[in-house]
């Protein structure tokens, strides 16, 4: 029976129907995402994927916006106003997150090429995060398809320096999502059990620099103040700021100083990797790493740095989300798992704000960063039914 498009939620078995007849449509949208490269540090590849986006985005009816930038790519904002009910007042969009630059250089699809073996699809980005684009993509198509319009605003936005630490994003990113009333971000699902992140740690990052003096260390070694020694005696206190009951932990992840075996070190440096799982714990951490003093007077330190994301915290908007997502998934017999990770996102920024978020939508998979990244192809339509069956209820 052909039912007349409408603006009452279509089940989930719709979706899914739809999108198993369009696995390979989803495939091949991932597939020419990913033979786009997009490092981050170049411009003009990354653009010349924005420009594509935003050519399908706007054959979808979607308002395309770039917002310029010097050293990345462009920002990419799409709005979907969605359909007009007469006598209701509209929700406010619901936002679909995510970020187009990936960690690959240029020239990896020779070392990596697109190719699919043993039901997966393989390519630099596929997991992180291009089949979480083309579920965007291909979401909107469906309800504009099954409803005839949109039933809800929607907006998408899409950065291009995530994974640099999205510095020039970040501010566009929190203000666009404040006019927005849920967040669900596409980033690469968890694991075999394919899950959905509802807690994400904060992560921060400090620098340790200490200044001794330099000397021979043949002919005057008492005139020297060792900086090697000094860091390492830093190094022991702030590995031991760790707290990982509460998930609070430490990584001294590079050191660097001295320049020469007979030259007493007049220079050394810690770069320090901290995640916090509380956003109280930001303080605390912070409180300690600018508190260090020097254990030889005669060396100086100094400490620069802080938390660059808060934690995405299990808050109860995202247990409702995540809720709505499970009922959803249940409809065809799928159980949905969640999932906390140490790893942030741009979602660790709407969640901070106190906007209902939730993360971990995109593909199933394995290997992001890493030379064997690919997507699970038989996930692939119940993954975009899902994000339709979100947009059309949450
Ligand atoms: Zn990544």
Redesign the pocket.
């Known amino acids: 029976m052909k039912t007349a498009p409408s603006d009452r939620p279509t089940s989930m078995s719709a979706y899914i129907n739809y999108f198993s007849d369009r696995r390979e449509a989803l495939v091949d949208t991932i597939r020419q995402m990913a033979e786009m490269e997009s490092p981050s540090d170049n411009k003009v590849a990354v653009d010349r994927l924005g420009t594509w986006l935003g050519a399908r985005y706007e054959k979808l009816g979607g308002e395309v916006r770039f917002h310029p930038q010097e050293r990345f790519g462009n920002h990419l904002q799409v709005d979907f106003p969605g359909r007009e009910v007469v006598g209701r007042r509209k929700p406010k969009p619901c936002l679909l997150l995510g970020h187009f630059d ?2 690959y250089e240029l020239g990896s699809l020779s070392r990596m090429p697109c190719k699919i073996e043993k039901g997966r699809l393989y390519g630099p980005g596929v997991f ?2 291009k089949s979480g684009i083309a579920f965007m993509l291909h979401a909107i198509e469906a309800l504009q398809a099954l409803h005839g319009d949109l039933p809800r605003p929607v907006r998408v936005w899409l950065v291009t320096d ?2 640099v630490g999205s510095q020039t994003s970040r501010l566009i990113t929190e203000k666009l999502a404040r006019q927005c009333a849920s967040v669900l971000v596409l980033q690469p699902s968890a694991g075999v059990a394919e899950a959905l992140k509802t807690a994400r740690k904060g992560v921060g990052e400090y620098t340790v620099r200490v200044t001794g003096q330099a000397a021979h260390a043949g002919l005057d070694p008492s005139k020297g103040q060792s900086a090697i020694v000094e860091l390492a005696h830093q190094i022991t206190r702030i590995a031991g700021f760790g707290e990982p009951r509460r998930g609070l932990t430490v990584n001294v992840g590079v050191i660097r100083g001295g320049t020469r075996t007979n030259v007493v070190a007049a220079e050394a440096s810690a770069s320090i990797d901290v995640r916090i799982e509380k956003i109280g714990d930001a303080a605390r951490i912070d409180r300690k790493m600018r508190a260090l003093k020097a254990v030889n007077r005669k060396c100086k330190l100094e400490i620069t740095g802080g938390m660059n994301r808060p934690p995405m915290e299990r808050g109860a908007g995202t247990i409702a989300l995540y809720a709505k997502a499970r009922e959803l998934a249940q409809e065809i017999g799928w159980k949905l798992e969640e999932t906390a990770v140490g790893g942030g996102s741009d979602g660790n920024f709407t969640a901070a704000l106190g906007i209902r978020t939730l993360d971990g939508l995109g593909g199933v998979g394995e290997g ?2 890493a030379l064997h990244e690919n997507v699970l192809i038989e996930a692939l339509p119940r993954r975009a039914a899902l994000i339709a069956g979100l947009l059309a209820s949450v």
């Open positions: 990936t960690v992180d995060m995530e994974e992001a960063h």
